[in-house]
C-alpha cells in the first residue's frame, strides 16, 4: 500500500483529533503503546459513535468488537461481531488488511484519507485514524480507530456493498512518541 501523501497533512476532523489526542495522552501516562485495558471509553463519550475497535484473532483474521452508530447512520454496514480472514475478502476489502497489518506490524498510528462506500451505493471522503493497542501480553492485538466523512463525492448505481473502506488517496503514520518537537 503506497503512501500517498507526499507532505505532512493535519488531522482535520473532531473526531480524529480527540481519538488521537487520548490515545497520545495514554502513551504518555504508559511510555509506550497503550494496552486495550488502558482504553477507557467513558474518556471519550462525544466521539464514541464514531469509533470502531478490531481484534487480530490470528494473521489475516480480524474481528470488529465494536463499530459506532455513526456507521450505521452513514448507510454502511455493521460489522460488529463480525471475523472477516483476508482469504475471503471481497476485493474492495483488501486496503482495510493492508491497514490492519501495518498498524499491528509496525506498530504505528496512520492518519488515512479514503473512500467509504455505503450499502446504497453513496461515496465519501472520509478521514479515519486507526491506532494500536496492545493485548494483556504487550502484543499489539487491537486497533481503535475513528472514521469521518468529510465530503460526499457521488453515487455508484452498481453498488459493490465492499465498504466500508474502498480505496486509499492518503496515507501518513502517526508516531508512538513525539520529542521536543522533533518525532521519534
Known amino acids: 500500500m503506497p503512501d500517498t501523501l507526499s507532505k505532512e497533512r493535519p488531522i482535520t476532523s473532531r473526531q480524529a483529533q480527540g ?22 471509553p467513558i474518556a471519550i463519550p462525544t466521539i464514541l459513535p464514531s469509533i470502531f475497535l478490531i481484534e487480530r484473532l490470528q494473521q489475516d483474521t480480524y474481528r470488529f468488537r465494536l463499530q459506532g452508530t455513526e456507521f450505521a447512520d452513514r448507510g454502511v454496514s455493521d460489522l460488529t461481531g463480525i471475523v472477516l480472514t483476508s482469504e475471503k475478502a471481497k476485493p474492495g476489502q483488501s486496503p482495510l488488511f493492508d491497514i490492519l ?25 472520509v478521514e479515519y485514524v486507526a491506532l494500536p493497542l496492545l493485548d494483556t501480553n504487550g502484543m499489539p492485538r487491537f486497533v481503535v480507530g475513528s472514521a469521518s466523512p468529510l465530503a460526499t463525492l457521488g453515487y455508484d448505481e452498481d453498488s459493490t456493498k465492499q465498504g466500508p473502506l474502498v480505496e486509499v488517496h492518503g496515507l501518513q503514520e502517526i508516531p508512538i512518541a513525539e520529542r521536543e518537537g522533533k518525532v521519534a
Open 101 to 125: 497489518t501495518r498498524v499491528l506490524g509496525t506498530p504505528t498510528g496512520l492518519h488515512i484519507l479514503g473512500v467509504e462506500q455505503s450499502e446504497k451505493g453513496r461515496q465519501s471522503l
Open 19 to 40: 481519538l488521537t489526542a487520548y490515545w497520545r495522552e495514554l502513551v504518555n501516562k504508559t511510555g509506550d503503546i497503550p494496552s486495550r485495558v488502558d482504553f477507557d
